[in-house]
């Protein structure tokens, strides 16, 4: 069976949609991911058999189930739904320990009962995304310049969906874009960068509400989480390449 994996900005999407931000059911979100990650079958008018072969989870089945409902998750709902995202590999353990000790003054308690919330489980995988590169002290003063009372959404600088579907959008250009001509560019890795840094500031007049004083700072935590994002492909990527060699060596 097919997993059935979520680009960040698909996740984002759905996020939002939990968040009751758009006018897009889960169901509508997790039909337009398939359907763009499927094109080539849809095509080829193999749709039927392509669905049939791709594993739906649980936690997927769950939202499309739910209707103008508050959302609530476990930390175990977190992880599997973290784990829908591509290049990422969230535990239990790990997110446990976050929640009680690593971010804790940035999760605050479930609010939900004994659930987290929407935004609280975004920014959890934004501390998955920004651990790629930073530890959890750097990770911490970064993200309370943006995050405040975590009881109290309002007062953040943005909204921690929001941020995550910012630099979720970032990534997702970056993987779409044709690649540019290194006659006037130092290197590649210099593109990458600057292409990241440019898409960043082209986000920024969505967050409105953001005074100019405050710009910067949300500016530089939007090109941190794109290059940590970038870092977490790449490792994803040499993990592959070294898995093939071992299973192509019997090892």
């Not at 920004?130 to 943006?146: G, H, P, Q």
């Not at 007062?155 to 969906?161: E, F, T």
């Not at 995550?164 to 970032?170: E, F, I, Q």
């Not at 405050?214 to 592959?240: K, M, P």
Request: glycine letters at 4%.
């Amino acid at each position: 069976m097919e997993a059935f994996k979520l680009s960040r900005k698909n996740m984002a999407d759905l996020l939002l949609s939990l968040s009751n931000a758009t006018e897009q059911s889960p169901l509508m979100v997790l039909q337009d991911a398939w359907t763009s990650s499927h094109e080539d079958k849809i095509k080829n008018g193999t749709t039927l058999n392509a669905f049939l072969s791709t594993e739906m989870p649980a936690i997927f089945e769950k939202f499309i189930k739910t209707e103008n409902e508050e959302i609530g998750f476990s930390i175990n709902e977190i992880v599997s739904l973290g784990n829908q995202i591509e290049f990422t590999n969230l535990s239990p353990s790990a997110v446990q320990n976050w929640v009680k000790r690593d971010v804790k003054e940035l999760i605050g308690s479930p609010q939900i009962g004994r659930k987290y919330t929407v935004d609280q489980a975004a920014i959890l995988f934004i501390v998955e995304d920004l651990k790629a590169a930073l530890d959890f002290e750097s990770i911490r003063k970064v993200l309370t310049m943006i995050f405040n009372n975590p009881e109290d959404r309002t007062d953040d600088l943005v909204n921690p969906v929001d941020l995550y579907s910012a630099y979720a959008s970032v990534f997702d250009k970056i993987h779409h874009h044709t690649a540019p001509s290194l006659h006037n560019a130092s290197s590649m890795n210099g593109c990458v960068a600057a292409i990241i840094k440019e898409e960043c500031q082209t986000s920024l007049p969505v967050f409105n509400g953001v005074g100019k004083e405050n710009l910067d700072i949300v500016l530089n935590v939007l090109i941190s989480s794109s290059l940590t994002v970038q870092a977490a492909y790449y490792q994803s990527l040499a993990s592959r390449y070294a898995s093939a060699a071992l299973f192509l060596k019997g090892m």
